[in-house]
């Protein structure tokens, strides 16, 4: 598994991950980079209770995913839940995406976890389902930081 494990990869890995939110509809100036940039910074650190893989292809970060343990608010198991990850769109199509997914398969084992989490595309859910995964709720967000014009 590729970690990042310096600061020009930090670097690189903030940009990516800029990219990745805005391409996931999420608009450039509700974005704090200043967060995304202390996040990866974290990444350095070897903490166990976070997981992120990083491909790199001829020393270019290509994808990348994050991921962290989270007890149940409800239950008494431990969750692992992905949490963001994105793949540049001339090496999607390969795979990236299962080899990430197995990756953070394999840590949550590795760490407990009794639940997986992830959230995918509706385009995913059919690869995700013949992997073992089952859709159980949708996600729907509502962006109440915008006034309504009457």
Do not use: C
């Not at 670097?11 to 202390?38: C, G, Q, S, W, Y």
């Not at 292809?57 to 994105?86: C, P, Q, W």
């Amino acid at each position: 598994m590729s970690k990042i494990s310096n600061l020009r990869q930090a670097d690189e890995l903030v940009e990516l991950a800029m990219v990745a939110f805005t391409e996931n509809d999420i608009p450039a100036d509700k974005i704090n980079e200043h967060k995304v940039r202390k996040v990866v910074l974290q990444l350095l650190e070897d903490n166990p209770q976070i997981f992120h893989y990083v491909e790199i292809i001829d020393d270019e970060i290509v994808a990348f995913s994050m991921g962290h343990l989270k007890e149940g608010a409800f239950d008494n198991r431990l969750y692992a839940v992905l949490a963001t990850g994105y793949v540049k769109p001339k090496h999607r199509g390969f795979t990236i995406v299962d080899t990430m997914r197995e990756e953070f398969e394999k840590w949550a084992k590795e760490h407990g976890a009794d639940i997986i989490s992830v959230a995918f595309p509706t385009s995913m859910q059919k690869p995700m389902r013949a992997r073992g995964y089952e859709a159980q709720e949708s996600l729907y967000v509502k962006d109440i930081s915008v006034k309504e014009v009457a």
